[in-house]
């Protein structure tokens, strides 16, 4: 069974920087896909950005040139590093990992930009 633990998330003030871990229980590169969702208070979950096997990354328009996806296969880990964030990023943000027509989730972290 895949598990993904998420890490990372927190307080920070706008204009700050956070960056987001996502542990794998196995080795990533059996997986086609990984991304990062998120779902803000109140609203539906929704896509932030993705890593392909690869190496191609995709970002929604709200992201673009703030946030990096990236990997390191040496410790099964994505991660997703956030600069410059507004209050609008606050959410929970979650790990997805994709594969075979599978879906798979970590648990979430939090991140609230807020002064």
């Known amino acids: 069974q895949v598990q993904l633990v998420e890490s990372g998330g927190g307080l920070v003030q706008p204009g700050g920087s956070l960056r987001l871990s996502c542990a794998a229980s196995g080795s990533i590169f059996s997986f086609n896909t990984m991304g ?3 779902q803000p ?3 539906q979950r929704e896509l932030v950005a993705t890593i392909t096997k690869g190496g191609v990354t995709t970002y929604v328009d709200f992201v673009k040139g703030r946030f990096t996806i990236s990997r390191d296969y040496t410790k099964d880990t994505v991660y997703l590093q956030m600069n410059s964030l507004k209050p609008e990023d606050t959410a929970i943000y979650y ?3 994709h594969r075979f027509e599978v879906d798979y989730w970590g648990q979430g972290t939090p991140v609230t930009v807020s002064s």
């Open 95 to 97: 790990c997805n990992a």
């Open 41 to 43: 208070p109140g609203k």
């Open 36 to 38: 990062w969702y998120r």
